[in-house]
Nanobody, 114 residues
Framework: QVQLVESGGGLVQPGGSLRLSCAASGILFSTYSMAWYRQAPGKQRELVARITDGGIPNYSEAVKGRFTISRDNTKNTVYLQMNSLAPEDTAVYYC????????WGEGTLVTVSS
């Protein structure tokens, strides 16, 4: 059974940090490009960061310098370290796996508020 399960979301104050995790099962994880997307209320889903199967990351301009995507192929897990969080980072964050088609997790809510 193919699954992507996100964890690590929650409520954090502005300027704080969170680390999201996405555990994959049922796929040959090391061969997939992995990504984090987010969707804020009333907005379209947008790409936050992607890491290739070879470990090369890229980021949206909105998060560059604040967020870091990484992967551990021994644990079939991709991470998103989020620092200097701002209220505009509030969204549901989704894990994505891509190799030809797309696989999605159910999302984890991140709320940045004082």
């Amino acid at each position: 059974q193919v699954q992507l399960v996100e964890s690590g979301g929650g409520l954090v104050q502005p300027g704080g940090s969170l680390r999201l995790s996405c555990a994959a099962s049922g796929i040959l994880f090391s061969t997939y490009s992995m990504a984090w997307y987010r969707q804020a209320p009333g907005k379209q889903r947008e790409l936050v960061a992607r890491i290739t199967d070879g470990g090369i990351p890229n980021y949206s301009e909105a998060v560059k310098g604040r967020f870091t995507i990484s992967r551990d192929n021994t644990k079939n897990t991709v991470y998103l370290q989020m620092n200097s969080l701002a209220p505009e980072d509030t969204a549901v964050y989704y894990c994505n796996a891509r190799r030809g088609g797309d696989l999605w997790g159910e999302g984890t809510l991140v709320t940045v508020s004082s």
